[in-house]
């Protein structure tokens, strides 16, 4: 059974468990109203271990878990390792029906993965960087969402047809787009751009010039017509905050949100820059893909990584045109800081007295986009409306679930209903690609198909756990599975 957490500001001395290592330790939050101890009840979650580790078992690398229940953190939990393989391991051939994803490295060179270790959050970064920094603009009047993007960066217009040309393809609409357009994803922005290896003048792999680019790339479809899920909108929600505060992204969030809560594992460049006077090495972060941005080699461009990324975010756009640092991806954290980071949704938007962005703003932003209920978007936020986010929040979180997903492998949950926070971090990229697709270049990885890399079930279990699931039966313990050594 876990712990009942205690309000001491430091880790209990992790107990693993198993030969692919379940730690638990004593969370250290206690002076928060939303984080603080409020009961003495104790949760069974020997059935979330068995899911998890079964995954692992069959060669998911690691993950930790994070849940938060009444007033309460009633499971904090880590499995698996850091890094099972590197850039030595041997790659699979095009076409290779090789699907076995057993650890290439040899145990000794294993590291456990702990309740600190820090993940790329990839997309959640969308949540915790940039609507943060926009619930706060807002809440502040320093941000109208239903300003004009032009009138923020007068540099976003549309494209000219060239005079005398027969035909022109260019869809137009850049002056009706307003911030809240970009936050619904109905702006009518290309799902991505990838600049790093664009040809002609919409190469860039240089922050500045990439942040020109942006402004100036086509529309996809016209505004306000369809819901495109699109990095770009964030890209340019990240530079809409940097116009606004006069700071990078990455420094305005460290000063306002990460340094006033103290999270000492939470930021951009982790491995540049010290963190409250933190410095972290690579094995402190879980890896990412095995051989850099090259999917088992089928990729190549200027600068590409081949190296094992560790401690690096791995989502292309930012680490080679944004320099690490972007509205859409590159923010690094670890279960313990998430918890408290997204405590402030459930908490009236303060912490501790301070007061970060006020309910009024967090009920906006979570309220579904009324014009296509249908895609499970409010501002941002993917909302569990009609329970139509079952991939991502499983078949028991309330209607008036929120939260969001990455691409390297981790999922947040916030349900106001239940009260219930879950924080799920994985590195299911650090698996091989699946060679044997069919088509002209894989990017499945055997990660993406497992319990864990898929949220649903692993979210389904805690429920289960939490006893929030009627009529349900718990998994057997998994004595066999897990043993103290």
């Not at 809409?240 to 930021?267: C, N, S, V, W």
Request: with cysteine; glycine share 8%; proline share 3%.
């Amino acid at each position: 059974m876990f712990k009942k957490w205690t309000s001491v500001l430091a880790f209990a001395s992790a107990n693993l468990i198993s030969g692919y290592g379940v730690a638990q330790d004593v969370f250290p939050y206690a002076s928060n109203e939303i984080l603080s101890p409020s009961t003495t009840q104790v949760y069974d979650f020997s059935n979330v271990d068995q899911l998890i580790l079964a995954d692992v078992a069959k060669g998911f690398p690691g993950a930790t878990l994070a849940v938060w229940h009444n007033g309460e953190i009633v499971n904090l939990s880590a499995y698996g390792y850091t890094k099972i393989h590197d850039e030595n391991s041997p790659k699979r051939g095009f076409g290779s029906d090789d699907h076995d994803n057993s650890p290439s490295l040899p145990e000794s060179e294993m590291v456990p993965t702990t309740t600190a270790t820090m993940y790329d959050l990839a997309s959640n970064t969308k949540m915790y960087s940039t609507n943060y920094a926009l619930q706060y603009l807002v809440s502040q009047g320093m941000l109208d969402l239903d300003s004009k993007v032009e009138d923020i960066l007068p540099d976003f217009k549309d494209n000219k047809c060239q005079e005398g040309a027969e035909s022109c393809d260019i869809i137009s609409g850049k002056a009706s787009v307003t911030v809240r357009d970009l936050l619904h994803h109905t702006a009518g922005n290309e799902p991505t751009v990838e600049y790093y290896m664009e040809s002609g003048e919409m190469y860039s792999q240089q922050r500045q010039k990439t942040m020109e680019l942006m402004l100036k790339t086509d529309l996809k479809y016209s505004p306000h017509t369809v819901v495109a899920y699109s990095d770009i909108d964030y890209m340019i929600l990240g530079q809409i905050i940097e116009e606004i505060t006069g700071q990078r992204q990455d420094e305005f969030m460290e000063k306002t949100f990460y340094a006033p809560l103290d999270l000492t594992h939470t930021g951009y460049r982790l491995l540049n820059q010290p963190v409250n006077g933190h410095t972290y090495q690579p094995e402190q972060f879980a890896a990412t893909e095995v051989y850099g941005n090259t999917r088992e080699g089928q990729l190549t461009f200027d600068n590409i990584r081949t190296y094992t990324l560790q401690g690096e975010v791995h989502d292309e756009k930012t680490y080679y045109s944004m320099e690490g640092i972007a509205g859409h991806a590159g923010l690094f954290s670890n279960a313990v800081d998430m918890m408290k980071l997204m405590s402030l949704m459930l908490n009236d938007g303060s912490y501790e007295g301070v007061q970060y962005f006020t309910q009024d703003v967090i009920d906006e932003f979570v309220t579904i986009n009324p014009d296509f209920e249908d895609k499970g978007f409010a501002l941002g936020w993917n909302v569990n409306h009609n329970k139509g986010k079952s991939w991502l929040f499983g078949d028991y979180a309330s209607e008036s679930t929120f939260g969001h997903s990455g691409w390297v492998g981790t999922a947040s949950l916030i349900d106001p209903e239940n009260r219930v926070m879950i924080i799920l971090l994985g590195n299911k990229k650090n698996t091989h690609i699946k060679m044997d697709c069919g088509n002209e270049f894989c990017g499945s990885f055997e990660g993406d198909s497992m319990n864990v890399g898929r949220y649903g079930a692993v979210m389904e279990e805690v429920y289960k756990s939490l006893g929030l699931a009627k009529n349900v039966q718990f998994s057997q313990s998994p004595d066999k599975l897990m043993h103290t050594h």
